[in-house]
């Protein structure tokens, strides 16, 4: 095949999944020439799964994400058909949004705002090679013979890579939903150095919804006045359609262990590692013996489709099997598929083999993000397509590099994870994973993370105002809930004698929308504006406590580690930590000490090091 030069470019995105869209939005938004290459233009943001963006712990990244400039908010927020907020009656700091959203529009209008992004450059292709010159990223090469060169490239190539289908006896060289999977660039990126490693995960049936007896259901309806994901939509969204409610019995679970011999989870043809939190539906029935049943979420693909995704059923058995245990169910007894379960296989890479800014630690100027990293969901996804896309652009344009740190947002700690203590399987954000969740909550993402962008094409002029407008509004509200009260008002609100603030009410227990109507307040201030507040003074003790806490880790966070530091010359390291220190080359000292097999008294032996030699 003849090559030539299909053009020069400062940036090339390999993968038009998420994070291939918010990094090539990214680099393009921020002046530089960019080109996207896909497999198929028509699988752009395609949501290959639930058609739903935000969860718990993935509604703060989705908000992170908008904070920094990104597009996965607005695109939600444009194609919701029904909002809810998880966790209410939990704390604030684990309440998350999660939006269910028209699959089909999603995908069309992140493919009109990527069309219509100047300096973006969209191509159908395939790559096949990743050209490097001394070290140094220099372009890709496709299939088809054209060279894109490039200052940086980005891979996120999702679970398209040497990426095989299976469904009972059925194995298939197949991307998600038949579309074709990228066959030719693992070669490449195992000769540039990196470790590839095969995931898996897996997908439920879509059900004809003219099939489904919705009367045996319970309906589940969105939430009213729910807010946007994105800071810049000034309205909550309109829920348009309702989810149902079923449950799995003991005749599906007899299906399912009759069958055991045919499901490629249990027979061996699936060797794979798949996502403990998100298991089928055969592993579910396996593993809790002792429950008699597991809910099923019927939720609707979108408004210009019959198709119901089954939330709680993915599978990897036969079709015939599959036919059984979706009519085994209340509600589905006549049910027909529109599209069978099946379990996808799929490349990735070790993460350790990249640093904080998700650049490869062997090739210089080339990042992964997304699938490839070993995480799975849209939301982790798309918040490193754009960090990588933000690092990419600083890099080539000669800025320092926009690291966030585990106590500052989630999206640092899904990266400090992956880049410190890898991965196993497939990686999700959980609310659990962060130290400091009391203060990462949903509502203060702008607040935390949108000066990160202060200077850059980023920090729209709508951008601005939006924050500026929210971020006074927010402090003023602060100020004024520290004011006395008036305390007649007080004393009919509440049996005391002393005069309080409405701050200190809040503490005792009573709500702003209660506090608000009693004294004839912050009539003035939106409502989201004032949930802040509230939560603010709410928590604001354990608040305190963790800025305490994150100072005293900033110490070693920000000691810096030598990038040819010799470990084998340290003497008083034991062998695992030196091993293990080699391996994923820290940059600072507090990254060491969350590498796994690293304990505190190998990062003391570092500190004195480092003390005694780097005077």
Not at 34 to 42: G, I, S, Y
Not at 107 to 132: D, F, Y
Not at 144 to 170: D, F, Q, R, S
Not at 520 to 536: H, I, M, N, Q, R
Request: charged share 30%.
């Amino acid at each position: 095949m003849i090559n030539f030069v299909e053009g020069q470019f400062d940036i090339v995105v390999i993968g038009a999944g998420h994070a291939g869209c918010e990094a090539a939005l990214c680099s393009a938004r921020m002046n530089l020439k960019t080109a996207m290459l896909t497999l198929n233009l028509d699988s752009i943001a395609f949501l290959a799964c639930n058609p739903s963006i935000g969860g718990t712990g993935k509604g703060h990244l989705v908000r992170e994400i908008d904070a920094l400039g990104g597009e996965m908010a607005k695109n939600a927020d444009k194609t919701a058909i029904q909002m809810r907020i998880l966790n209410e009656g939990k704390g604030e700091a684990v309440q998350s949004l999660r939006c269910q959203c028209d699959k089909n529009a999603y995908h069309r209008e992140m493919k009109r705002t990527l069309e219509n992004c100047e300096n973006l450059r969209i191509i159908q292709g395939e790559a096949e090679k990743i050209i490097t010159e001394n070290g140094k990223v220099t372009g890709v090469l496709t299939t088809y013979g054209g060279i894109l060169y490039a200052k940086a490239v980005i891979i996120a190539t999702g679970v398209y890579l040497n990426a095989e289908t299976v469904t009972g006896e059925l194995r298939q060289k197949s991307g998600p939903s038949g579309f074709a999977a990228a066959t030719r660039l693992t070669q490449s990126l195992i000769d540039l150095g990196y470790k590839i490693r095969r995931f898996k995960t897996g997908t439920p049936a879509r059900l004809d919804r003219r099939t489904v007896d919705f009367e045996k259901c319970t309906v589940q309806y969105g939430e009213e006045g729910v807010p946007s994901f994105s800071f810049l939509n000034g309205k909550a969204n309109e829920n348009v359609r309702e989810c149902y409610l079923t449950y799995t019995n003991a005749e599906t679970h007899n299906i399912i262990l009759d069958n055991l011999d045919r499901s490629p989870l249990y027979n061996g043809e699936i060797k794979s590692a798949g996502p403990r939190y998100c298991p089928s539906i055969e592993t579910k029935v396996v593993r809790f013996k002792d429950k008699e049943r597991h809910q099923l979420f019927l939720e609707p693909e979108g408004l210009d489709t019959n198709e119901i995704y089954v939330q709680g059923m993915s599978s990897s058995m036969p079709f015939d099997i599959q036919r059984d245990m979706y009519r085994s169910v209340e509600g589905l007894e006549n049910s027909e598929i529109m599209r069978y379960a099946y379990a996808i296989e799929y490349d990735c890479i070790d993460t350790l083999d990249i640093y904080p800014t998700l650049e490869f630690k062997k090739v210089e100027n080339l990042y992964t993000a997304g699938q490839i990293n070993g995480t799975s969901g849209y939301e982790e996804a798309a918040a490193q397509g754009l960090m990588a896309g933000l690092n990419a652009a600083f890099k080539i344009t000669g800025k320092p590099p926009l690291i966030l740190d585990r106590s500052e947002a989630y999206i640092g700690v899904l990266i400090d994870d992956l880049v410190t203590k890898g991965t196993e399987e497939p990686y999700r954000i959980m609310t659990s994973r962060a130290e400091y969740r009391i203060n990462l909550r949903q509502d203060t993402a702008d607040f935390r993370l949108t000066p990160k962008i202060f200077g850059t094409p980023l920090f729209t002029e709508e951008r601005k105002a939006v924050f500026e407008k929210r971020k006074t509004l927010y402090e003023n509200a602060l100020e004024e809930l520290n004011r006395r009260a008036d305390k007649e008002k007080t004393q009919s609100f509440i049996e005391t004698s002393a005069s309080l603030t409405y701050a200190d009410l809040i503490k005792r227990g009573f709500k702003i929308e209660d506090i608000k109507t009693h004294f004839g307040v912050f009539s003035e201030y939106p409502a989201d504006v004032l949930k802040s507040a509230e939560t603010t003074i709410k928590y604001e003790g354990y608040i305190k406590k963790n800025e305490e806490q994150i100072k005293r880790a900033k110490k070693l966070e920000e000691k810096a580690i030598p990038k040819d530091i010799d470990y084998d010359g340290i003497k008083g390291l034991r062998l695992e930590a030196r091993e293990q220190l080699k391996r994923v080359r820290p940059l600072t000292l507090g990254q060491a000490g969350r590498i796994y097999g690293v304990n505190p008294a190998d990062v003391t032996v570092l500190i004195v090091w480092l003390a005694t030699t780097l005077r």
